[in-house]
């Protein structure tokens, strides 16, 4: 079955390099997607089932949602993919793919260096993650629903739909007027 | 049906992946891009997390992996409302127009 | 009486703190009285310690008094205490009796200026500096009192410092004395690193067991205490301070030559006699210089057209016969010139300031003339002090502590026919300016219009010096004739006996040299300066003369080899560090701190793409290192 984790490692690295090099930001969502789905594949050829729900569930389902959402919103459509092409010239991204190729080859290097042999994935069932994570991680769990929250509120306040403010004095002027607006529409 | 590989190569894969992912973040322009890129690079470090978790048959490289899926959901939900409101005030989603922080 | 003894420095220290702090808030009258009336009372109280101590004269021959201790280190203790013996009685006398008239006469003379009261404290103070070094009974107290004194000298000499030049003098006089002041606190940590103690009495006691004779460390300890006398009675070489002293009232000159300052060289010497007894280096070096310095000031005194500074040089070049006397062991004979010389030199000094008041601050002697009969007060006291100066034969007193000096510049321990020759050519040079210091002031016709004549208040204290001018060599007569030896007699329990060659020629011979000698000096005078002032154009005319009255008139040229050799360096160093080199290096961190915050600032582009190039380039090589590693 190691031909499995091949398969799905070289799903995941060429749709990675698709998602990269797409002009079309759908594109690269479908992409990003096929990616996710090899992560969760690769996921579970590792004995982490648990994991490879996860990255299903909220991953692939979720957040990219989320994502094809706000691309909608923006009306992202063929101008931006114009765009996208016109930035994406060859003296743009061979610099920084040199360096990250340069990255990549120091890490080859180290990891090749520290020679450990072959092995059997342990599956490792989602009863021992839960127990692991509601025990010895209860805390990083209280902090990570404590983010999630922040996040929430920052995101609705954030998301909140504004008028272009160039002066922070002239701001509650606008305010005004807009809820001025609103009663008049009411 | 579990494969024998070595972590070697898993983690080589995770490494690759998150190459990919620093490339796609410096070679964008574009903010959405962008923030996909750095999906790619969580999604490496993770599978990196649930590898080393495999090898061990301990259960807390998936522990970490759903930490980073948590951080990874925040971050996008903050990271998508601040495109929305960059776009809406610059209408453009050009990283190079953002450069009033500069010192 | 002993336990009055501290009143005599508290008197003078009570009256400096009145004038100090209420000064302002006082009458001028009331000024005078406390800033005169306190060195009267310490003069008093000396005069009844004194006595006493005279009359039953205790066992060890000093008086001690601890008021209390001043600190504790270790087993190092500093005390506060007084002593008075025969030598600091000598000098306690001289400080506070002449420093008395002075301030009598000071009273009258500073009535018109504006700072009457802070003159008063001054000189208070400069009085009770003077009086702590004269009775401390260790050296730290002594140099407490040492320090005092320059500080002292340094506010009276620049008294009217609204004058830069005065100003000038006074840095001078501070800085010149200071390196003395620096060589001697080197030689006092030398005495208590090598005797443990610092008290004069036990360093007495033990100095032959703590130093071998005419060992190095007793020659170099020996001499540094020497380099701080030098340093305060202005010796060669650091005698160029004291003319330019003369920047400050004339009371203050006064002070400074007769009773105070410039003795405490002397003192110093006289009081660690015994360390200077056991190196003869020392003492040939202590003769040496005052041979020199009396001969080089003489020559000096002899050009100079400035009543005062003429004064001045004879001063230096008498303190030269008490140093040359010290050099070769005639401790007593050294002691008594420095007391004749209070007299003399507080007279002169006091008569010309009275001269140059009235003729309205005229200091050129050239300018004067014809006041024998204008101001004969100040004429026969002048006269009474000019004799003694120039140690005219048997009437006046400067003769008889003169003499002795010459006298054992040959024949005791450490004399020898040069410096004999030497002292006794001085005595032929004080002569000769002596005399035309008094020709050209008093005799001949007059130049400048006279004003207010001296009042009672200055007059008296100048009638008492002349007195005492004429009238004290008499306690002290030669072996050959008299041999009254009532001031030697005094002093022996603190100073030695002076220690004689033998086969030497007979005294009568050096009397009579001497007198000649003297004589000699008043022909010269009297010929060149009275009776053929032509031959004077003459000399004018000669080339040679010229030159050398000009080097003599600048003193031998020491200050402008001074400035040259020190100052124009070091105002030259300054000037090259003005822009404060050793500052570079905190400056230059600075610097670099500040350019490296420009260069950091450049990469807060506001580029995001830059910054994550920036992560990915540290990542590398932190890999880079963990790879190399």
New interface residues.
């Given amino acids: 079955m190691e031909i499995a984790f091949y398969i799905a490692g070289t799903v995941a690295v060429v749709a990675t390099l698709m998602v990269i090099t797409r002009h079309n930001p759908v594109h690269a969502l479908l992409y990003l997607n096929v990616s996710l789905l090899a992560h969760a594949m690769l996921f579970y050829l590792l004995g982490a089932s648990f994991a490879a729900l996860l990255e299903i569930i909220i991953y692939a389902g979720a957040i990219m949602v989320l994502f094809i959402f706000v691309v909608m919103l923006l009306n992202l459509g063929k101008e931006t993919a114009e765009q996208e092409r016109k930035w994406l010239k060859v003296k743009v991204w061979v610099g920084p793919t040199l360096l990250a190729a340069v990255l990549f080859a120091e890490f080859l290097v180290l990891v090749l260096s520290s020679g450990q042999g072959t092995y059997s994935p342990a599956v490792v069932s989602p009863r021992q993650v839960a127990v692991s994570l509601f025990r010895e991680y209860l805390i990083g769990v209280e902090l990570a629903a404590m983010l999630l929250m922040a996040a929430v509120v920052g995101a609705a306040h954030i998301g909140r739909h504004k008028r272009l403010v160039l002066h922070r004095f002239l701001k509650e002027e606008v305010e005004k007027e807009e809820e001025k607006h609103e009663a008049v529409m009411l | 049906?579990?494969?024998?590989?070595?972590?070697?190569?898993?983690?080589?894969?995770a490494?690759?992946?998150f190459?990919?992912?620093?490339?796609?973040?410096?070679?964008?322009?574009?903010i959405?891009?962008?923030?996909?890129?750095v999906?790619?690079m969580l999604?490496a470090s993770?599978?990196a997390f649930?590898?080393a978790?495999?090898?061990?048959?301990?259960?807390?490289?998936?522990?970490m992996?759903?930490?980073i899926?948590?951080?990874?959901?925040?971050?996008?939900?903050?990271g998508?409302?601040?495109?929305?409101?960059i776009?809406?005030?610059h209408k453009s989603?050009?990283?190079?127009n953002?450069?009033?922080?500069?010192? | 009486m002993d336990k009055f003894l501290w009143l005599i420095p508290a008197l003078p220290l009570g009256g400096f703190l009145i004038l100090a702090f209420a000064g302002k808030y006082i009458s001028r009258k009331a000024v005078a009285i406390v800033g005169a009336g306190s060195i009267c009372l310490s003069a008093l109280v000396m005069f009844a310690v004194g006595g006493a101590f005279l009359s039953g004269m205790p066992e060890n021959a000093v008086y001690t008094q601890t008021l209390w201790t001043w600190f504790e280190v270790g087993d190092f203790n500093a005390k506060i205490t007084l002593s008075l013996d025969a030598l600091s009685l000598v000098f306690v006398f001289a400080i506070t009796f002449i420093g008395a008239l002075i301030h009598i006469y000071s009273t009258a003379f500073m009535e018109a200026d504006r700072d009457y009261a802070r003159f008063f404290a001054s000189m208070n103070l400069f009085v009770f500096s003077m009086l702590v070094l004269v009775l401390a009974d260790n050296l730290l107290l002594m140099y407490l009192g040492w320090e005092g004194v320059g500080l002292c000298s340094y506010l009276l000499i620049g008294f009217w410092y609204e004058q830069p030049a005065n100003g000038a003098a006074a840095r001078k006089a501070f800085t010149v004395t200071r390196i003395g002041d620096a060589a001697m606190a080197i030689g006092l940590f030398m005495v208590f690193q090598q005797a443990g103690t610092l008290v004069v009495s036990e360093i007495g006691a033990n100095a032959s067991a703590i130093w071998q004779p005419n060992s190095t460390s007793v020659t170099i300890t020996a001499l540094l205490l020497l380099a701080g006398g030098l340093g305060k009675s202005a010796q060669l070489p650091l005698q160029t301070w004291l003319p330019d002293a003369m920047a400050g009232p004339s009371p203050v000159s006064a002070l400074i030559h007769a009773a105070t300052m410039v003795t405490a060289g002397v003192y110093l010497v006289a009081r660690m006699h015994t360390i200077f007894a056991l190196s003869e280096t020392a003492r040939l070096v202590v003769a040496v210089i005052g041979a020199a310095t009396l001969l080089l000031a003489g020559l000096t005194a002899l050009t100079q057209y400035d009543i005062k500074r003429v004064l001045a040089y004879s001063t230096i070049s008498q303190i030269g016969y008490m140093f040359l006397a010290l050099g070769v062991g005639a401790w007593t004979a050294a002691v008594f010139h420095f007391m004749i010389h209070a007299f003399f030199k507080a007279l002169l000094f006091l008569a010309a300031g009275a001269i140059i008041e009235s003729l309205h601050h005229e200091h050129n002697m050239f300018k004067m003339g014809g006041l024998k009969d204008k101001m004969p007060v100040v004429f026969w006291t002048f006269l009474a002090g000019a004799i003694s100066l120039a140690a005219v034969p048997l009437v006046s007193a400067g003769f008889y502590s003169k003499d002795q000096i010459l006298w054992y510049s040959w024949s005791a321990g450490g004399g020898n026919a040069v410096l004999w020759a030497v002292a006794l050519a001085g005595a032929l040079i004080t002569a000769a300016y002596t005399t035309r210091m008094m020709i050209l002031t008093f005799w001949g016709e007059s130049h400048t219009p006279i004003g207010h004549l001296p009042g009672r208040r200055m007059t008296m204290p100048l009638v008492v010096l002349a007195l005492f001018s004429v009238f004290a060599g008499f306690i002290e007569l030669p072996h050959n004739f008299g041999h009254f030896t009532l001031f030697s007699d005094l002093l022996h329990p603190v100073l030695p006996e002076t220690f004689m060659k033998e086969n030497i020629p007979s005294e009568w011979l050096f009397q009579l040299l001497a007198a000649l000698a003297t004589l000699g000096g008043i022909f010269l005078g009297y010929y060149y300066y009275y009776q053929k002032p032509s031959r004077i154009e003459n000399l004018r005319r000669n080339g040679l003369v010229v030159q050398l009255h000009r080097f003599w008139f600048s003193g031998w040229a020491f200050d402008a080899l001074y400035d040259r050799m020190l100052v124009k360096p070091f105002i030259y160093i300054s000037s090259i560090n003005k822009k404060d080199i050793t500052d570079k290096l905190y400056t230059g961190i600075a610097a670099i701190t500040g350019d490296m915050y420009k260069l950091l600032s450049r990469t807060q582009s506001g580029s995001l793409r830059w910054y994550i190039m920036g992560l990915v380039a540290g990542a590398i090589l932190i890999l880079g290192i963990q790879i190399m590693l």
């Fill in positions: 049906m579990k494969p024998s590989v070595s972590i070697e190569v898993v983690v080589l894969l490494g690759l992946l190459a990919l992912g620093i490339v796609g973040v410096i070679i964008r322009k574009n959405i891009f962008m923030l996909l890129s999906e790619i999604n993770g599978l649930v590898a978790g495999s090898r061990w048959g301990q259960p807390d490289g998936q522990v992996f759903v930490f899926l948590a951080m990874a959901a925040a971050e996008v939900s903050i998508l409302a601040l495109i929305l409101q776009y809406h005030q989603l050009d990283i190079d953002l450069k009033e922080m500069n010192g």
